[in-house]
């Protein structure tokens, strides 16, 4: 199910009163669409800068070994930005389960997202979510497709709007 990120983002965000966002790009930048995670934690870093409530990290195919670096954090959330098959038209932009990926996939990551996921909200205590962004391709050696990129110029200017006002 394909909801809306921007209406689901802001009721999370509304409901933690001094909210710690842990923001982790995922994906591989060798492999077209995948690499939208990766791109998307890059533009928004360079679109917010330095917040005290805020850690956006590139964290490429491996987000495992990025947990030592969140949990010295201490984010109330963790979101993950990712390609996501959704069976939705290329570039669609979604809020996710992230408890609904435990299918077999064709990931290109080390360990599965959902293990990931559930491995940072019973460590950390802290709530977990997932943008998922439909690829068009994700073959080796190709660049990121125009769908895409739309996408991303599209999720990157009311996400950087939502990070930067985050209480400091």
């Not at 073959?139 to 985050?166: G, R």
Request: proline share 7%; glycine share 8%; with cysteine.
């Amino acid at each position: 199910m394909c909801s809306d990120w921007q209406t689901s983002l802001r009721k999370v965000l509304t409901n933690k009163p001094n909210p710690r966002v842990a923001l982790l790009g995922i994906g591989h930048e060798l492999r077209g669409d995948d690499a939208a995670g990766v791109i998307a934690a890059r533009m928004l870093h360079n679109g917010v800068g330095t917040h005290p409530n805020l850690l956006i990290i590139e964290a490429g195919h491996a987000p495992e070994n990025q947990t030592g670096v969140i949990r010295r954090f201490a984010p109330t959330l963790v979101v993950l930005i990712d390609a996501a098959q959704m069976g939705q038209s290329p570039g669609a932009v979604c809020w996710l389960d992230w408890r609904a990926t435990t299918g077999v996939s064709g990931s290109s990551h080390t360990l599965p997202l959902h293990m990931i996921a559930a491995y940072l909200q019973l460590e950390l205590g802290c709530d977990v979510a997932l943008i998922g962004i439909q690829p068009a391709q994700t073959e080796f050696d190709q660049p990121l497709s125009t769908m895409v990129q739309t996408a991303l110029d599209q999720l990157a200017p009311p996400l950087i709007e939502m990070l930067k006002a985050l209480p400091s």
